[in-house]
């Protein structure tokens, strides 16, 4: 849960309907949302993460007024005439950006620190730590287009950050600054660093650490401001870019579109176009057990803040967390009313228990605690480039269709790139390190009904100045042994890893993993400063054993 802190007046004034704590409750309640505390003024709700439009004051209203029969407001953008012109030099460090210009804002000190916290809130979750999304907000006034995006070395980089009153360089503002030192292992091991320059060389922001004291602070008398959204996921920025973009309009300003030119291409941003949806209420019924018709399920998400054309239903800009039927139908529940929703008793009684394969993952769960590694969880989803090209491997592998983040395009068939990138996350820590994660990989099997085989892997790694084969190897075998396996190792060339220095692990005769230091060449594709060593072994035929 995210915490939306904020003063229960303003939030009052901002819905155009007056409701009392209780009424606020219980809209909240339906919602999908709860106070968490109220003193005085302050209230602090609870939101989930995937609904990012309401970690603002203004959007939560928006999201009230909708449930309380306020026809939601469509968003527009007219045409500006300012450009930002993208170099080349940012493909190897953040290679997009997504810009816009609000104009006609009257800002005072409420919502001036309301657009500052939903900022935060943005970086903190939906943009991940800024690693995601980055989000700057300028002066409109004091800036002088066209705006370059660009990267250069950082020690020609130099400018005073906000929050100081001294010229730094790049390196100075990673190591000197408060936001440097938090974020900036996001530019660890880059040769250049991003920055927004406008056409009289004065530099706007070094992202996504800081904007310049000069050209990146608003104030109250600030009365346009032009927006950027740069990162390493041009679909994560459109939507970051219309979260904050429609909650200025919803300051009373006006939204105006930046045109974006590439080496390649060109775009106007934002796109405030609102995306149909379908609504079979078949499933609808199904899903939820109701009977409602579809007209009353229509009236249902237009409650939801969802646009209702001619009939045709769209989900607003803003509104990132629609991904499926099922959000939509989640959404007719939740204006339907869980309060309305009767539960059903189960007829049949059962026992739980842990399955014995539950049971030897958590054997294998202690022993590697007790040899002094920290479990890690990474996602199912990955990438052919971190998978395949930055391990310098080949394998057959599931590919996922329309696919949200062109950066994520496939099931993972191995668990090593996957810590590869915990360990690059976490040079800033202290040496050594040591993790493992047992988890599942799918790997294409067309003798299946799901043409697919799930396989569940351990995969263990040691980073530190100085590791060894040896090292990990001693794990295996201590691993192993605690389990009563009998094991041979057999060289293996493998381009994943040192020749001389890995080993097919065999099992009853069949190879059953892998283990080996890494080669340089796969450490550099991470960005990893220190050797690796680990191991990833198949278990599916442990946990099948009687």
């Known amino acids: 849960m995210v915490m939306l802190n904020t003063s229960l007046n303003y939030l009052q004034t901002l819905i155009k309907k007056k409701?009392?704590?209780?009424?606020?409750?219980?809209?909240?309640?339906?919602?999908?949302?709860?106070?968490?505390?109220?003193?005085?003024?302050?209230?602090?709700?609870?939101?989930?993460?995937?609904?990012?439009?309401?970690?603002?004051?203004?959007?939560?209203?928006?999201?009230?007024?909708?449930?309380?029969?306020k026809k939601p407001e469509k968003y527009e953008a007219k045409k500006s005439e300012i450009k930002v012109i993208v170099d080349e030099s940012v493909n190897s460090v953040r290679p997009y950006t997504v810009c816009s210009v609000v104009r006609n804002l009257k800002f005072d000190e409420q919502n001036l620190k309301e657009i500052v916290n939903f900022q935060e809130k943005l970086h903190e979750t939906f943009a991940r730590k800024r690693k995601?999304?980055?989000?700057?907000?300028?002066?409109?006034?004091?800036?002088?287009?066209?705006?370059?995006?660009k990267a250069v070395e950082p020690q020609k980089i130099k400018f005073v950050p906000l929050d100081s009153d001294k010229e730094m360089n790049g390196n100075e503002i990673l190591k000197k600054h408060e936001k440097g030192r938090k974020y900036?292992?996001?530019?660890l091991g880059k040769k250049l660093y991003p920055i927004f320059i406008d056409s009289k060389n004065e530099i706007l922001s070094m992202p996504p650490i800081i904007n310049s004291a000069k050209l990146g602070k608003?104030?109250?008398?600030?009365?346009?401001?032009?927006?950027?959204?740069?990162?390493?996921?041009?679909?994560?920025?459109?939507k970051t870019l219309n979260l904050i973009a429609t909650t200025l309009a919803d300051f009373g300003g006006k939204i105006y579109s930046v045109e974006v030119v590439y080496p390649d291409k060109k775009l106007e941003t934002p796109d405030l176009k609102p995306e149909e949806v379908k609504i079979n209420i078949l499933n609808v019924n199904k899903i939820l057990g109701t009977n409602i018709s579809k007209e009353e399920a229509i009236n249902f998400l237009e409650r939801m803040g969802y646009l209702i054309e001619d009939g045709k239903v769209f989900a607003p800009c803003y509104r990132t967390d629609i991904l499926h039927e099922i959000d939509i139908i989640d959404d007719i529940g939740r204006a339907y009313g869980v309060k309305n929703f009767k539960p059903d008793f189960p007829l049949i009684a059962t026992t739980g228990g842990l399955l014995k394969e539950t049971k030897i993952k958590n054997r294998i769960r202690e022993l590697m605690i007790g040899l002094g590694f920290q479990e890690v969880f990474t996602l199912i989803l990955s990438s052919s480039e971190e998978q395949f090209?930055?391990?310098?491997?080949?394998?057959?592998?599931?590919?996922?269709q329309n696919q949200i983040e062109k950066s994520i395009n496939m099931l993972r068939v191995s668990l090593l790139p996957e810590l590869l990138k915990v360990l690059k996350n976490s040079q800033h820590y202290s040496f050594p390190q040591k993790i493992f994660e047992i988890a599942e990989v799918i790997l294409p099997d067309e003798k299946t009904e799901t043409k697919s085989v799930d396989k569940t892997n351990i995969c263990a790694l040691i980073s530190n100045s100085?590791?060894?084969?040896?090292?990990?190897?001693?794990?295996?075998?201590?691993?192993?042994?605690?389990?009563h396996i009998n094991y041979k190792l057999k060289e293996a060339r493998d381009k994943r890893f040192i020749n001389g220095r890995s080993a097919k692990i065999i099992?009853?005769?069949?190879?059953?993993?892998?283990i080996g230091e890494f080669c340089p060449k796969v450490l550099e594709n991470f960005n990893l400063e220190n050797p690796v060593v680990g191991f990833e072994l198949d278990l599916s035929l442990l946990l099948k054993q009687p």
């Open 507 to 514: 099992i009853n005769k069949e190879e059953r993993g892998i």
């Open 389 to 400: 090209s930055k391990m310098r491997y080949e394998s057959k592998a599931i590919f996922l």
């Open 19 to 69: 409701v009392s704590v209780k009424e606020l409750e219980d809209i909240l309640f339906n919602l999908g949302f709860e106070i968490d505390s109220l003193k005085g003024d302050e209230i602090a709700i609870e939101i989930t993460p995937d609904r990012p439009d309401l970690l603002s004051t203004h959007g939560l209203a928006r999201a009230i007024n909708a449930f309380l029969f």
């Open 132 to 149: 995601k999304a980055a989000i700057g907000i300028y002066p409109l006034e004091k800036i002088t287009p066209p705006i370059y995006y």
């Open 184 to 187: 900036g292992e996001l530019l």
């Open 466 to 483: 100085v590791v060894n084969y040896e090292e990990i190897s001693s794990v295996l075998d201590s691993l192993f042994s605690n389990l």
């Open 218 to 238: 608003v104030t109250t008398k600030t009365k346009d401001v032009f927006i950027e959204c740069s990162g390493e996921d041009i679909s994560t920025l459109l």
